[in-house]
T-cell receptor, first 115, second 113 residues
């Protein structure tokens, strides 16, 4: 089983619908992240959380919200999806020591299409 | 100048070739540097960190030039399995509001038989 699990893996929805992407991890890491990746663009950070009570906006947080329900769970919500939110979304985790190593562990991605 | 800029690629090389990727970064306060590898439709995975003195891992060599704000990745004796997108990653800060990990757009490498 994957250490970082994302659900759903693929989702097609319509404009205006509320969507939640869920992420759970078994690595025991404190830090969790949500990124989106668009063709020809780098990974862009949406939100990150360094522990259960810590939530930080990333570069492109508008239109998104997150919830850190537990150390192992970090969900991303699109309250009212729009077509330009069509992208591949990745959840990632890192150890508190990531400040030195820089290693992120990614989930397999959630492909979202908004029609 | 973009925060992290990579060679646009794509690179198409024959097996056994040596290929090098470059990456420049704009923030001189950047602290740490990494290369990630991303296979098609898969998640990125850490390939190697980049140390000030340069470092090698098998066929892969990474170098950092802080004065020129430039890092590189050299792959020797390319294998078919090296075909992937290589992402340059730059870190600033270590936590809280000053933390930032910036990914380049990636360079696509295809190694041909």
């Amino acid at each position: 089983d994957a250490d970082v699990t994302q659900t759903p893996r693929n989702r097609i929805t319509k404009t205006g619908k509320r969507i939640m992407l869920e992420c759970s991890q078994t690595k025991g890491h404190d830090r969790m992240y949500w990124y989106r990746q668009d063709p020809g663009l780098g990974l862009q950070l949406i939100y990150y959380s360094f522990d259960v009570k810590d939530i930080n906006k990333g570069e492109i947080s508008d239109g998104y919200s997150v919830s850190r329900q537990a150390q192992a769970k970090f969900s991303l919500s699109l309250e009212s999806a729009i077509p330009n939110q069509t992208a591949l979304y990745f959840c990632a985790t890192s150890d508190i020591g990531q400040g030195v190593s820089g290693e992120l562990f990614f989930g397999e991605g959630s492909r979202l299409t908004v029609l | 100048r973009k925060e992290v800029e990579q060679d646009p690629g794509p690179f198409n090389v024959p097996e056994g070739a040596t290929v090098a990727f470059n990456c420049t970064y704009s923030n001189s306060a950047s602290q740490s540097f990494f290369w990630y590898r991303q296979d098609c439709r898969k998640e990125p995975k850490l390939l190697m960190s980049v140390y000030s003195s340069g470092n090698e891992d098998g066929r892969f060599t990474a170098q950092l030039n802080r004065a020129s704000q430039y890092i590189s990745l050299l792959i020797r004796d390319s294998k078919l399995s090296d075909s992937a997108t290589y992402l340059c990653v730059v870190k600033q800060g270590s936590g809280g509001s000053n933390y930032k990990l910036t990914f380049g757009k990636g360079t696509l490498l295809t190694v041909n038989p």
